[in-house]
T-cell receptor, first 116, second 114 residues
């Protein structure tokens, strides 16, 4: 597949549980981004990876949220002690960022998280 | 604080006519602006962009205009086609972190009436 893929497409969990959301970026893309889109809102930046390191995690709402990209490809967004307010569509994007000017971000279809 | 604003949540336009979607921003550090299009159950798809050193960028039926003094940009689609029906997001980035972080508006749902 040529595009960004995300699994699962839907996740229903109970308040207080732990969840992991996975993102497979476009092959060769060094930059990876996580966004969250709540109902009626635009996507909201969470975190950006350049290679294996988190270059900017200023959008993570609190310490219940954590993301990793151990080999510089696949990334996992981890949410501990989920709350009902975490319910949203979590979007992943990747780009062939090589420094300098802006590079287009390609988005995956998202994971819809519902916390009951 | 909503730094990128799309004040029209929805817009209906007759097929063949011009669609104009508007976006306002407050952060004067933004120097790159983008429009994304989103269909249901899909991720946003990049449509067109403009750098702050330009005031117009055109790509086929799509043209983006930037008015820096008014902190306003608009997307023109002409002629509008039924396949243009989607939610359109305006987004902006600033160079403080290498233009990596996109700040999105709340979106405008465009409906093209056949």
């Amino acid at each position: 597949g040529a595009g960004v893929s995300q699994t699962p497409s839907n996740k229903v969990t109970e308040k207080g549980k732990y969840v992991e959301l996975r993102c497979d970026p476009i092959s060769g893309h060094t930059a990876l981004y996580w966004y969250r889109q709540s109902l009626g809102q635009g996507p909201e930046f969470l975190i950006y990876f350049q290679g294996t390191g988190a270059a900017d995690d200023s959008g993570l709402p609190n310490d219940r949220f954590f993301a990793v990209r151990p080999e510089g490809s696949v990334s996992t967004l981890k949410i501990q002690r989920t709350e009902r307010g975490d319910s949203a569509v979590y979007l992943c994007a990747s780009s062939s960022k090589a420094g300098g000017d802006y590079n287009e971000q390609f988005f995956g279809p998202g994971t819809r998280l519902t916390v009951l | 604080d909503q730094q990128v604003k799309q004040n029209s949540p929805s817009l209906s336009v007759q097929e063949g006519r011009i669609s104009i979607l508007n976006c306002d921003y407050t952060n004067s550090m933004f120097d790159y602006f983008l429009w994304y299009k989103k269909y249901p159950a899909e991720g946003p798809t990049f449509l067109i962009s403009i750098s702050s050193i330009k005031d117009k960028n055109e790509d086929g039926r799509f043209t983006v205009f930037l008015n820096k003094s008014a902190k306003h940009l608009s997307l023109h689609i002409v002629p509008s086609q039924p396949g243009d029906s989607a939610v359109y997001f305006c987004a902006a980035s600033a160079p403080d972190f290498g233009n990596e972080k996109l700040t999105f508006g709340t979106g405008t749902r465009l409906t093209i009436i056949p």
